[in-house]
């Protein structure tokens, strides 16, 4: 069964730390796939990325980037330089491929961010 | 931006009223979902479907039931509310299982 680890309930940073959120998957399926969502106070959850399990290459967007290892399972997401903006509650989640049909997003717990000034 | 609207945002209504929370996208996708959330926790699927007259239930056991008539419809209802069903119940969609979701802005109930 598919499974999505965020260990850390909660972190709290000053302003312009960096910042890194983990998140360990447990699957059995070998094409799967990764995301990250930001879900600010408002409570509308914000799409950040979508990784395929056959892609380990990172990926940098701006402030934001992702390390991929399929080694541990985990799908890692740090923050740079952090903004008071970023603070909200984020969630790692995973799809299973399942030949055509794929499966529903299961999330982890999340992890909630804040960041002071 | 994502074209999915979620009504009410807010309800708030006493124990055995039956409650429709509506949920409508316009981008045509085929998949829709229901997650519900409590404050501060996770998601977890409670309904989803793969098309018109397609509907399955989630991981997570719920008494509400859901209907999909029109592609870009899917309200959920709650025949007799009660305090136990107060949380947050987001919709969102896609247009395949493991693509990007899109997620309306929530509908929080409490039910008194």
């Known amino acids: 069964a598919q499974k999505v680890t965020q260990a850390q309930t909660e972190i709290s940073v000053v302003e312009k730390e960096d910042v890194t959120l983990d998140c360990v998957y447990e699957t059995r399926d070998t094409t799967y796939y990764l995301f990250w969502y930001k879900q600010p106070p408002s409570g509308e959850l914000v799409f950040l990325i979508r990784?395929?399990?056959?892609?380990?290459q990172n990926e940098i967007s701006g402030r934001y980037s992702w390390n991929f290892q399929k080694s541990t399972s985990s799908f890692n997401f740090t923050i740079t330089a952090s903004q008071v903006v970023d603070s909200a509650v984020y969630f790692c989640?995973?799809?299973?491929?399942?030949?055509?049909?794929?499966?529903?997003?299961?999330f982890g717990k999340g992890t909630t961010l804040s960041v002071s000034s | 931006e994502a074209d999915i609207y979620q009504t009410p945002r807010y309800l708030v209504i006493g124990t055995g009223k039956k409650i429709t929370l509506e949920c409508s996208q316009t981008?045509?996708?085929?998949?829709m979902y229901w997650y519900q959330q409590d404050p501060g926790m996770e998601l977890h699927l409670i309904h989803y479907?793969?098309?018109?007259?397609?509907?399955e239930k989630g991981d997570l056991s719920s008494e509400s039931t859901v209907s999909r008539i029109r592609t870009e419809h899917f309200p959920l209802t709650l025949e007799s509310a009660r305090p136990s069903h107060t949380s947050q119940y987001l919709c969102a969609s896609s247009w395949t299982n493991t693509g990007e979701l899109f997620f309306g802005e929530g509908s929080r109930l409490t039910v008194l």
């Open positions: 989640a995973l799809s299973e491929a399942h030949g055509q049909a794929g499966t529903a997003l299961i």
């Open positions: 981008m045509g996708h085929d998949k």
């Open positions: 990784r395929n399990s056959f892609d380990e």
């Open positions: 479907s793969y098309g018109v007259n397609s509907t």
